[in-house]
Structure formats: C-alpha cells, structure tokens
C-alpha cells in the first residue's frame, strides 16, 4: 500500500529512470499530469488504471481533490504511481503531496526525475553553467499562485546567473521589462526552448529587448544569460570556447 510520486522528466521517453519504469510496470495504477506524454503511458501494466488530474484552466482538479484522490487510492492498491512531468518537486506541488500522505498515514516514496530546468536547455546545446560564461544557475517559476509573494524581477538582474524561468511565457514581456528595469543589459541573450527533448523541440534565440514583443507558448525553458547564446551540439562553438581559453 504505497503511493510512489514519481519525476517523469522532461518528455522523452528514454530519459525516464530505470526506477520510474519499473514502478509504471507494476503499477495498478497511475495518476498522471498533463506534461506526461502519451509515449511513457504506455509504459504502464497494461491491466494499470489510468487517472489523469492534468490542471488546466476551468477543470475541477484542484490540488485538495488530487490530494485526496492519493490518500484514498493509496488506501486501496498496493502500487499507486503518481507521476509529475520533470522532477515531482520542482514547480511540481510534490511536496504538498507528501505532506497530505504523511498527514493521512499513507505510505509513499519519493523518486526523482530529471528536471526541465537543466535538461532542456541541455537539449537545446545550452550549458546552464560553463567555466568561461557562468558560474551559477537561478530556476525562478514565472507564474506565481495567487495570493503569494511575486518574483523580485530587478533583484534577479543584478545578479550573476543565468535565469532558467519555467512556465513563464505568458508573463514574457513583464519579466523582460522588469529585468531591463533593473539594469538587465537589453543585448542580454535569451533562449526560448519549447518542447525540449520531444521530437517536436524548437528553440528560438533573441536578445532581451525583443523578448516582450514575442509570442511564446508553453511548455517552454526560458534561459536567460550569456549561455543562451551557445549551441554546443555544433562542435564549432566548442572549438571556439576551447580557443577561448
Ligand atoms: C508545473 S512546471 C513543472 C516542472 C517539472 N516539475 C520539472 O521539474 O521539469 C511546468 C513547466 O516546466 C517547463 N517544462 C516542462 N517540460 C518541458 C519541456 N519538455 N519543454 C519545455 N518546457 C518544459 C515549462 O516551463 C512548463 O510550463
């Protein structure tokens, strides 16, 4: 009797865990976001019930349902996979799912999945660090849950990491101006991942003062920083970087 909530990582399938894979096949069943592709579904036991609580606008899933759906299902079967897109507890509400399970007495495991944060600017060639252009990464949500605190945009440009920003392209142009505010440089590249690792990957590049005139959708990486501008999948850049040394 144990709800294992599972990091799915970033959309390709192979890019799952050996450890997540083998809970999907054991699983009776399995409740799913909706970053998690079709392809790894079917992954899962074959006899597996499938239970998608994907939050979109105007659906009935809130977190408390969700909550509650785990506490009652994990009272019921023995192998429960609740599984998040990326790691469960980056920007994934994980950590209130725990915390609903230990409060309930439901057993549960934790098992970590490869974060969109790193792996797709990764997939795009883009190194979140490198030696000779960054030495700090700063993950930021650009979509704050109503009622909370919201990001301190001009703080973050005036320090010096790269910006990985998850699911903000709809507040594209606010963090753009608000970090061109702070003292941001405005030739400061940008990198827009969208459907990193998925065979439908695009990756569009700019300069942050074109960033509030663009229309990005989602799911998308921003990376922001020097880095956006390397494509190391094209061994000329790293013959460059090496050059540069
Ligand atoms: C609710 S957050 C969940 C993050 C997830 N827990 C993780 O560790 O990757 C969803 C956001 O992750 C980013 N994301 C997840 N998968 C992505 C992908 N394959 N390509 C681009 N962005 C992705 C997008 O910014 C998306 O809006």
Not at 27 to 44: G, K
Not at 49 to 72: A, C, F, M, W, Y
Not at 146 to 162: E, F, I, K, N, P
Request: charged share 20%.
């Amino acid at each position: 009797m144990t709800v294992h909530l599972v990091g799915a990582g970033p959309g390709d399938p192979e890019l799952l865990t050996v450890k997540a894979m083998s809970l999907l096949q054991h699983a009776d069943v399995v409740v799913f976001d909706r970053l998690v592709s079709a392809e790894i579904l079917a992954l899962a036991c074959p006899t597996a019930e499938l239970i998608n609580v994907g939050k979109r606008p105007g659906t009935s899933h809130t977190q408390e349902l969700i909550n509650d759906l785990l506490i009652s299902l994990g009272r019921q079967h023995s192998c429960v996979v609740r599984i998040k897109g990326g790691d469960p507890f980056v920007f994934g509400r994980g950590g209130e799912e725990a915390e609903a399970l230990a409060r309930a007495g439901v057993e549960y495991t934790i098992v970590p999945g490869i974060s969109s944060a790193f792996a797709v600017p990764a997939a795009a060639g883009i190194p979140v660090t490198h030696r000779l252009v960054s030495r700090a990464v700063t993950v930021i949500t650009g979509h704050c849950a109503q009622g909370s605190q919201s990001v301190d945009w001009r703080a973050h440009a005036r320090t010096d990491s790269t910006l990985v920003i998850l699911m903000g392209t709809e507040r594209l142009a606010t963090i753009a101006t608000e970090l061109m505010a702070g003292g941001l440089d405005a030739s400061t590249p940008v990198a827009i991942v969208h459907n990193g690792t998925r065979d439908e990957q695009h990756v569009l590049r700019l300069q942050l003062h074109e960033a509030p005139f663009i229309q990005a959708s989602a799911p998308s990486v921003i990376v922001i920083g020097a880095v956006a501008d390397l494509d190391l999948r094209d061994p000329r850049q790293l013959a460059q970087l090496v050059n540069a040394r």
